[in-house]
C-alpha cells in the first residue's frame, strides 16, 4: 500500500528516474496505465459505466429524474454532478458529507461537461417552468491509486453515452413515463486529461505515489474539436507559464487517444449488445 | 433578461462598465484595517469589497493535524448573506469549500511554511460585497494581509481573471460579464518569480485564444502587484512618521 511516508522515502529516486525521462512503475512520462473501461455496469441506473486507469476505479452512475427547473433557466433541464469518495476505497477516505477533495472533484467534472456544451439542456426540458429532466450524475470512487480525476471524467462521459431516458406522456398534465427509452443525444465527448508536475517534469495520468509527491497538477478538459472547456490547477505547488502551454498540447494529444478508447469500447459494446 | 439582448462589448469596444479590455477596475487596498487579527487587509475592486484576517502562525487545535515539518495553512472564503442579490445562507456552499481550496492552495507557495512547524496559519476571506472577481481579489488581498502579519514570503500573489464577452478576451470581469460572458479563467502569479499559483478555467478556447488569455492574465496580475506593494509601504510609512513624531 503507497502512503505520503514511504511515497516521500522514494521522492528523491523518483526525481532522479523523471529527470531520465523514467518512472517509478515504468511507464514513460507521457503515458498513461492501462485504461479498461466498461458500460451498463449498474441495471437500475439509467446510464451507468465503470473505468479502471492501472488500478484505480470510479463507477459512475446516471438517473433521470422529472423535477422543477432553475427559476432562471424554466426552459432548460438540469445537470447535476455529485461525487462519493467511497470509504473502501482507500484508507484516507472516511465517512460523511463530501470533503473538499471530493467536492472539488465533482465540480470539476460538472464544468468540464458543461462547458463542451456536450449536452443540449434545452431538450430535457419537458413543460417549461414545471417538468424537466434532471440529470444526476453519481461519481462513485471504487478504489483510489490516483488520477481519480480523468478516471471519473471518463466513467462521467461513458456513462452519459450509455444514458437511456424515457419516453413520457402528458395526460392532464401529468407526466407519465412510458415504456420506451431514447439515447440522450451529446453533442460532444470532452475529456480531462491531468498533467503532474515532478520537479521539472511533466507526467501524464500521475499515479497514488505519485501524487503524493506531486508539487502541483493540473487538470484539462478537452473537446472533441481540441478546445479547451475547463481547466483546474491542484495541489500547493506551481507552474511556470511555459509548463502550462506544454501541457496543454500534451494533453490535447492524449485526449485524442482516450477518446479513441472509449470509441472504439463503445462501438464493441453496442455490437455485442446487438448480437445478444 | 435573455442572453441576446444584452450587449457585452458596445460598437465602441467599450465593455458594459465603459473599461476597455485590458482595463482592471479601480483598486484600493488597505493594509491593518482590524485591530484583533495578526494581519489583516481590505479591498475593494470596482464594486467588489471584500476583508481578509490572517491569524498565526499560532497553536493549532486539534492538534492531531499539525504538521511535524511546517506549518498547517488553513482558508475559509466565505460570502456575507447579504453581499449577493439573493440572499446566501451562511452556511459554506459547495462553491465556497472549492474555492477556499483553491485559494489556500494559490497562496501556500508563497509562504516558508516550514519556519513554523507544528503550527496553524488561518486566512480567513469574507466577501462583503461580491460583482465578480470575488476569489481572485481573495487571494489579492489575502497574501497582503500575510505579509502584514509578518509572515515570510517569496512573493506576493496577485490575481486576476481573464474572460472571453461577446468573442472577445478582456480581464477583470465583473459579475455580469461573469454571468453571461463565454469564459472565466482565475489566474493568480508571483510576480517575482513568475509562478502561476491559481489555474481556473470554464468555457470554450482555442490553444491561440488560450495562450493570449494567459498573457492577459499574467500582466494584469503584474499591475495589481504594483498596487500589493504601494498598499503595503503605505501601512509602514505611515507607522515610520508616527515614531517621529513621537521622538
Known amino acids: 500500500m503507497v502512503t505520503k511516508v514511504t511515497a516521500t522515502l522514494n521522492k528523491n529516486y523518483m526525481l532522479e528516474l523523471v529527470s531520465k525521462g523514467m ?206 472547456c475547463a481547466m483546474q490547477k491542484a495541489f500547493p505547488g506551481i507552474f511556470t507559464p511555459e509548463e502550462i502551454l506544454m501541457a496543454v498540447d500534451l494533453a490535447r494529444d492524449k485526449s485524442r487517444e482516450l477518446r479513441k478508447i472509449l470509441f472504439d469500447t463503445f462501438e464493441k459494446y453496442n455490437e455485442s449488445r446487438k448480437e445478444g | 433578461m435573455s442572453e441576446e439582448e444584452i450587449v457585452l462589448i458596445d460598437e465602441h469596444g467599450l465593455r458594459v462598465d465603459g473599461r476597455r479590455p485590458d482595463q482592471l477596475r479601480d483598486i484600493k487596498i488597505e493594509v491593518g484595517v482590524l485591530a484583533n487579527a495578526d494581519g489583516s487587509a481590505y479591498i475593494v475592486q470596482g464594486k467588489t469589497k471584500l476583508l481578509v484576517a490572517v491569524y498565526g502562525p499560532r497553536e493549532l487545535h ?46 501556500e507557495p508563497a509562504l516558508l511554511l516550514h519556519r513554523f512547524p507544528r503550527t496553524a496559519i488561518d486566512v480567513f476571506i469574507e466577501v462583503l460585497e461580491a460583482d465578480g472577481g470575488t476569489r481572485c481579489a481573495g487571494v489579492t488581498a489575502a497574501s497582503v494581509a500575510l505579509a502584514d502579519a509578518g509572515i515570510p514570503m517569496k512573493d506576493l500573489v496577485a490575481a486576476c481573471a481573464v474572460g472571453k464577452v461577446d468573442g472577445k478576451l478582456v480581464i477583470d470581469l465583473c459579475d455580469l460579464e461573469d454571468k453571461y460572458g463565454e469564459v472565466d479563467m482565475p489566474v493568480a502569479y508571483m510576480p517575482g518569480k513568475k509562478h502561476v499559483t491559481l489555474l481556473q478555467m470554464d468555457g470554450k478556447l482555442t490553444r491561440e485564444e488560450f495562450e493570449e488569455a494567459l498573457k492577459m492574465a499574467i500582466s494584469a496580475c503584474e499591475k495589481i502587484y504594483e498596487f500589493q506593494k504601494t498598499a503595503l509601504k503605505r501601512k509602514f510609512e505611515a507607522i515610520s512618521l508616527e515614531v517621529e513624531e513621537e521622538s
Not at chain 1, 107 to 112: E, L, P
Not at chain 1, 177 to 200: F, Q, V
Request: glycine fraction near 6%; aromatic fraction near 6%.
Open chain 1, 23 to 228: 518512472r517509478i512503475d515504468g511507464r514513460g512520462l507521457k503515458d498513461f496505465r492501462k485504461v479498461s473501461i466498461e458500460f451498463g455496469v449498474a441495471g437500475k441506473a439509467d446510464g451507468s459505466a465503470g473505468v479502471k486507469i492501472g488500478s484505480t476505479y470510479v463507477m459512475v452512475g446516471v438517473k433521470a429524474e422529472i423535477g422543477k427547473p432553475f427559476p432562471d433557466t424554466p426552459n432548460e433541464g438540469v445537470l447535476m454532478v455529485n461525487a462519493e469518495f467511497v470509504p473502501l476505497a482507500s484508507p484516507s477516505f472516511e465517512p460523511g458529507p463530501p470533503d473538499e477533495n471530493a467536492i472539488e472533484l465533482a465540480r470539476v467534472v460538472d464544468r468540464g461537461i458543461r462547458k463542451s456544451e456536450a449536452i443540449d439542456l434545452k431538450k430535457l426540458c419537458i413543460i417549461p417552468g414545471e417538468k424537466v429532466w434532471i440529470l444526476w450524475v453519481d461519481i462513485y470512487v471504487l478504489d483510489h491509486n490516483g488520477n481519480l480525476m480523468d478516471a471519473a471524467s471518463l466513467a462521467s462521459l461513458a456513462a452519459l453515452m450509455n444514458t437511456k431516458i424515457p419516453e413520457v406522456k402528458i395526460e392532464d398534465d401529468q407526466v407519465i413515463k412510458t415504456e420506451n427509452r431514447y439515447p440522450l443525444e451529446l453533442r460532444d465527448y470532452p475529456l480531462s486529461i491531468t498533467i503532474g508536475k515532478l520537479g521539472s517534469a511533466l507526467l501524464v495520468d500521475p499515479s497514488l505515489e505519485e501524487e503524493e509527491v506531486l508539487d502541483s497538477k493540473l487538470t484539462i478538459f478537452l473537446s472533441q474539436d481540441d478546445k479547451i
Open chain 2, 62 to 107: 486539534p492538534r492531531h493535524l499539525a504538521l511535524p515539518d511546517k506549518a498547517l495553512l488553513r482558508c475559509r472564503y466565505h460570502m456575507a448573506p447579504f453581499s449577493v442579490e439573493e440572499r446566501k445562507s451562511p452556511a459554506p456552499s459547495r462553491r465556497e469549500i472549492e474555492l477556499s481550496k483553491v485559494i489556500r492552495e494559490a497562496l
